[in-house]
């Protein structure tokens, strides 16, 4: 599914879940299937409560999705990529940059 961001607040939201290399680095993670915290917490060698506070950054933008499954020791919190294309579009008119130097 693919994300169009044209609303200049939407694109700071967007953004802003984009600012910081964990949250980029969880989102390709998820992308590929749904992870638990825990999974998460152990392949980016973070805590989980460092992952559980940036998996809330990017349920915040709308980015992610969150369920819940029966695990070993209770229920885990499974997070899953809403999107596999997010494009930011600034200006409405389509057309290319050009060169200014020419």
């Not at 152990?42 to 349920?59: C, R, Y």
């Not at 915040?60 to 899953?80: C, F, P, R, T």
Request: no cysteine; aromatic share 2%; charged share 25%.
């Amino acid at each position: 599914m693919e994300l169009v961001v044209t609303d200049p607040e939407d694109i700071l939201r967007v953004s802003t879940a984009f600012s910081s290399m964990t949250r980029i680095n969880i989102l390709k993670l998820v992308a590929e299937k749904p992870k638990s915290i825990t999974e998460l917490s152990n392949e980016l060698m973070m805590s989980k409560g460092n992952i559980s506070s940036q998996v809330a950054e990017l349920q915040n933008a709308g980015l992610i999705e969150i369920s819940y499954e029966n695990g070993e020791k209770g229920i885990k919190k499974m997070i899953k990529s809403k999107y596999d294309r997010i494009i930011i579009v600034l200006s409405e008119s389509g057309s290319s940059l050009q060169e200014s130097n020419k």
